[in-house]
């Protein structure tokens, strides 16, 4: 497991980090102990949550992720060992203060998080994404409050177009505010929209690039390749961020690439889940990928990417993948 800077700081981060997203929802307790279990064992040192997951029921069940990953943090003592992640600015209950970026949601939002994950402080806090009716230059100075507090080492940000990430940026120069360290967009052989100006902006500006959805919301695992059916308990089958999955991935081209690319690894000996991985960890630009599990032996066959090393054939049937779906108008912003 290869470990990298985060951006321009002094953090260091495993290039696999771990989602918790079906922490409470796919998996139970004991289900995701097992999972950050086989994380911690394999040198994945990153934990990201986010103070909303898991969002697929209702405002009822939002910060039982972060409750259960709190839980296995204090009982394996593993605080000191781990760069403890999570997001702030999605709906926590049914009032207007109760989401978005304003000082007071961030304030709130950070306690509540801090309480939950049973810490002190959380090394790397970031909003979930943009917050159109709140001045960036509020939700900065609210941020930076929390990091000159102890509360907060680092900021980040997550599903932030680069017009937005460059506004951020920009303004902490102006204001002299805590910046963004680090940008979690989304980002996997089947889409790199990313690749045209924010990743171009975040290695001109060192900025760490964590990643999500490297596998295509389990597209790219090939357990569909045959199916094509919505089977309960998968992620394209859950309720609120179900829909959403199968507008991004549920749909011919996207089946048809799948089948091309498994058709052309089997023969080769090597797994597509793995094979997709590699191809992201492969990227120059990409700090750390994110990846999900609601089994740990589905994590554990995941994280053998980091050892497999792609050929030219192999690189240029990945990178040509993407060049072969036909383009559609999907807005950036994906609340996951």
Not at 69 to 91: F, H, S
Request: proline share 4%.
């Amino acid at each position: 497991m290869k470990i990298k800077s985060l951006g321009r700081t002094g953090l260091k981060v495993s290039e696999v980090g771990l989602g918790t997203m079906t922490f409470g929802n796919q998996a139970d307790q004991a289900t995701s102990f097992a999972i950050m279990d086989e994380a911690d064992k394999a040198g994945v040192n990153f934990f990201d949550t986010a103070d909303v997951y898991p969002r697929v029921r209702d405002l009822g069940t939002v910060g039982t992720t972060e409750e259960i990953v709190g839980k296995w943090v204090q009982e394996r003592g593993a605080r000191a060992r781990i760069v403890l992640a999570t997001k702030c600015g999605g709906a926590m209950g049914p009032h207007p203060n109760d989401e978005g970026l304003s000082r007071r949601h961030i304030i709130s939002a950070c306690e509540q998080s801090l309480r939950r994950l049973q810490t002190d402080y959380i090394d790397l806090y970031q909003v979930h994404w943009p917050d159109p009716s709140t001045p960036i230059e509020e939700t900065l100075r609210a941020l930076d409050d929390l990091v000159h507090s102890g509360k907060v080492r680092y900021i980040g940000c997550s599903n932030f177009p680069a017009w937005q990430l460059a506004d951020a940026l920009w303004t902490s120069k102006m204001q002299r505010l805590e910046s963004f360290v680090s940008v979690q967009p989304r980002y996997n052989l089947l889409f790199r929209m990313i690749e045209d100006e924010l990743l171009p902006l975040c290695q001109a500006h060192d900025i760490g690039v964590i990643i999500y959805n490297p596998l295509a919301a389990g597209m790219l695992t090939g357990r569909y390749r045959q199916q094509k059916s919505v089977d309960s308990g998968t992620r394209f089958a859950l309720k609120n961020s179900g829909e959403l999955y199968r507008k991004r991935y549920w749909n011919d081209p996207i089946f048809e690439i799948v089948e091309n690319l498994a058709s052309f690894l089997e023969p080769r000996g090597k797994s597509l889940t793995q094979v997709a991985l590699s191809w992201v960890l492969s990227q120059s630009a990409i700090t750390c990928a994110i990846i999900g599990a609601s089994k740990p032996e589905q994590l554990k066959d995941s994280l053998q990417a980091v050892d497999l090393v792609l050929d030219e054939e192999e690189r240029v049937a990945c990178n040509d993948a993407w060049y072969f779906l036909p383009r559609e108008r999907d807005p950036f912003l994906a609340r996951r």
